[in-house]
């Protein structure tokens, strides 16, 4: 079963906009990492944050960690037509293993 | 750039047959995943590779699933006797195998339909 999931399923919001998706997780983690995948395709790789960050920027994206809370949020500020796509968490829980656990995603439509 | 590189893209098959899917990691990549993922889902971690060595292999994993790496490049996932349920994405995944915790690398995926 998926360790994460993510709030809300789905976005819907206007170009231009900021987009707030969420993230919860049940174990210790080494690190949280997001995903962008477009509809039908590969997963690309957004921005990994580790268990003693707070916040990571990366362009337009901000991604915060609350380790106390087992949560994470991305931000996508000012967004494009061209961020449309389904957002996955995905965490690497302690103990050494490589088994990363995703999250069920959040689809984002931004309408031009 | 080439990056992680998967062969079919499609396959569709009748129940009961067998399907081999090919994976072409990053190549100084050591490590390399297999995960599945059907409709509306995130993606589900199958098995993992360290250069040869098959290291974790999840639940998922019925004894219908084999997974390979023989010279520690490419990585073959074989599904014998396939159902229904087996239809999804099966994507690979690879990275360079150097530190605890490290990005990976997707592939397209391949898409299997199961009849």
């Known amino acids: 079963s998926q360790q994460g999931e993510e709030d809300p399923q789905a976005l819907s919001i206007q170009e231009g906009e900021n987009a707030t998706m969420n993230c919860s997780y049940k174990t210790s983690i080494n690190n949280l990492q997001w995903y962008r995948q477009n509809s039908g395709r590969g997963l690309v790789h957004l921005i990994l944050i580790r ?25 996508i500020t000012a967004s494009r037509a061209a961020d449309t796509a389904s957002y996955f ?3 690497l829980a302690t103990g050494g293993y490589q088994k990363v656990t995703f999250g069920t995603g959040t689809k984002l439509q931004v309408i031009p | 750039d080439t990056g992680v590189s998967q062969n079919p893209r499609h396959k569709i098959t009748k129940r009961g047959q067998n399907v081999t899917f090919r994976c072409d990691p990053i190549s100084e990549h050591n490590r390399l995943y297999w995960y599945r993922q059907t409709l509306g889902q995130g993606p589900e971690f199958l098995t993992y590779f360290q250069n040869e060595a098959q290291l974790e292999k999840s639940r998922l994993l019925s004894d219908r699933f084999s997974a390979e790496r023989p010279k520690g490049s490419f990585s073959t996932l074989e599904i014998q006797r396939t159902e229904q349920g087996d239809s999804a994405m099966y994507l690979c995944a690879s990275s360079l195998g150097l530190a605890p915790q490290e990005t990976q690398y997707f592939g397209p995926g391949t898409r299997l339909l199961v009849l």
């Not at chain 1, 268990?51 to 931000?75: A, F, I, P, Q």
């Open chain 1, 89 to 91: 968490c995905a965490s």
């Open chain 1, 51 to 75: 268990s003693n960050e707070r916040e990571k920027h990366s362009g337009r994206l901000r991604v915060t960690l609350d380790t106390s809370k087992k949560s994470s949020s991305l931000l």
